[in-house]
């Protein structure tokens, strides 16, 4: 039965569950025979699998798994243990906690809640894991765009730039620019009611060992409370980066 509306996409994961459970590798005719595919769609997804180094096939027309899988699993490694550093460390810093702080990582041009540390004062905006907005309008995201260049930021959105949310939101590509220079000059970056009004919200990225930026982290607060307290909260949040940073093994030069 079909669990997808891709029908295709339903038979690659058979066939690379039929692969992983068995105990020893199999060959298109089996794999066929035992999912009861038509032997030409079979070696079609097996073909597509190989091209990919996802599977691969030995001297005897076997398929294992193959080495991409070990590159997905690394990312999963690293995703789920930049959220573990964020909930052990967040408790060593009470300024943080009075605050609600999201932990999120970028995904084709949107950011992807993955944790959150919830404020015990609503702010009226759920970060539930798995929610995605635009990144050009949030400070995780603008955080971590700025780490790329604008050509590559603007090869993200295939060189249109997202509808606004509201009148607070940058507009434009020129825009962003401007506040892209502001982050490289101080490392934070902020959301001034771009998501919702009356929300602000400052950010800052998270680099790993080769000194990518694979997550961001963002301190919200009510409109209100912002002029107070950026500046300590600032400094706070950077420094929680960097130690998170340095437990994935990232070094500054």
Known sequence: MSTTAVPALDKTF???DLITDSPQPLTAAHIAKQLKLPRSSTHNI???????????????S?????????????KYEQQQGV????????????????????????DLGEVVFLACH???????FTFRAGVRV??????????MLSTMSMSAI????????????????VSDFESLAT?????????????????????????????????????GMAVSFLQGEYESKRVEVSAVLIELAEQIEQRLGFVAT
């Not at 919830?118 to 009226?124: D, I, M, N, V």
């Not at 635009?134 to 955080?143: D, E, Y």
């Not at 919200?201 to 998270?206: A, K, P, V």
């Open 179 to 215: 506040e892209m220079s502001k982050i490289h000059r101080s490392r934070v970056s902020l959301d001034d009611g771009q998501l919702r009004d009356g929300m602000y919200c400052l950010g800052t990225y998270i680099r790993n060992a080769s000194g990518i930026a694979i997550a």
């Open 83 to 106: 959220i573990q550093l964020f909930k052990d460390l967040i408790v060593q810093y009470p300024v943080l906690l009075q605050h609600t702080v999201t932990l999120s990582k970028l």
């Open 46 to 60: 097996l073909q597509s699998l190989l091209t990919k180094h996802i599977i691969y096939k030995d001297v005897d």
């Open 62 to 74: 076997r398929f294992h798994l193959g080495s991409y899988l070990m590159y997905w699993a690394g």
């Open 154 to 169: 603007k090869s993200l959105y295939e060189d249109t730039f997202p509808e606004p949310l509201n009148q607070n939101c």
């Open 134 to 143: 635009p990144a050009v309008f949030s400070a995780t995201g603008k955080a």
């Open 14 to 16: 058979q066939i690379l």
């Open 118 to 124: 919830e404020s015990p004062a609503p702010l009226g």
